[in-house]
């Protein structure tokens, strides 16, 4: 009965453990996407910039005039120095995690997004966040993500 009552303690003691890296880790990968798009609100590219990591890699999915997909691909530099250009309204990028998958220093993570210029809407969609865990914390390598004007909920 004494090593049925240890054991139970430890599976629970085990599990507790597991469930608190997990949300911590959770909340560390939250800050670091939440820094890229208050970083774009505040047009800080030292915020943006420190949200990923050396050589990222972002994508957008596209639809041409004649309805064909494309995958077209930005230089993340030219993403961060278009950010710090003084522009008259903010760029507000309004997410919701929807998903988040972590595996030893690897963690992916779908977001649902509307985008506003200002106040104006913009468009919507979904990000794909592939994020590493660095020496400096989880860092974005790879930025994938859709855009409509319809059906954004």
């Not at 911590?24 to 949200?51: C, H, P, Y």
């Not at 950010?83 to 690897?106: G, S, V, W």
Request: net charge positive; hydrophobic share 35%; aromatic share 10%.
């Amino acid at each position: 009965m004494n090593k049925l009552k240890i054991s139970l303690t430890l599976l629970v003691c085990f599990s507790i453990t597991i469930l608190y890296a997990q949300n911590t880790e959770e909340s560390s990968i939250k800050k670091t996407i939440n820094q890229l798009f208050d970083g774009m609100r505040k047009s800080d590219s030292t915020l943006v910039r420190n949200a990923f990591n050396q050589g990222a890699i972002l994508q957008t999915i596209a639809n041409t005039k004649e309805g064909r997909t494309v995958v077209r691909s930005s230089d993340v530099n030219a993403f961060i120095a278009s950010i710090a250009k003084p522009h008259p309204e903010i760029y507000d990028e309004r997410i919701t995690f929807t998903k988040i998958l972590i595996d030893d220093n690897l963690a992916s993570v779908w977001t649902d997004y509307k985008f506003y210029i200002g106040k104006r809407f913009s468009h919507c969609g979904v990000n794909s966040f592939q994020l590493v865990k660095t020496e400096n914390g989880w860092k974005t390598v790879y930025l994938i993500d859709t855009r409509r004007k319809e059906n954004c909920n």
